[in-house]
């Protein structure tokens, strides 16, 4: 399983910025695709997830503001993140779950700062 995450970047706060996580290797559409994100310093925290039925949850902090989404025939997953705030500065991480184990992508750089 291989997972190559795209869209990070510098945003000023308020703005808005689309995550993919693209993933290859593994039978994407029954798997369970989550965001993860790590700030300098901090454990890694859960985001958001999306199960293979498109049911989703998010990190309390997050609500309302960051919407998760796939696309099982492009095997992609997307967060889509408006209204950023200087403490979503991170760096963020897409996660497949496949037969209980974990997979993760490298990491995209999320910068929130005017």
């Known amino acids: 399983v291989q997972l190559q995450a795209f869209g990070g970047g510098m945003v000023q706060p308020g703005g808005s910025l689309r995550l993919s996580c693209a993933a290859s290797g593994s039978i994407f559409s029954i798997n369970y695709m989550g965001w993860y994100r790590q700030a300098p310093g901090k454990q890694r925290d859960f985001v958001a997830g999306?199960?293979?039925?498109?049911?989703?949850n998010y990190a309390d902090s997050v609500k309302g503001r960051f919407t998760i989404s796939r696309d099982n025939a492009k095997t992609t997953v997307y967060l889509q993140m408006n209204s950023l705030k200087p403490e979503d500065t991170a760096v963020y991480y897409c996660?497949?779950?496949?037969?209980?184990?974990?997979?993760w992508g490298q990491g995209t750089q999320v910068t929130v700062s005017s």
């Open positions: 999306i199960s293979s039925g498109g049911s989703t």
């Open positions: 996660n497949e779950v496949q037969s209980g184990s974990h997979y």
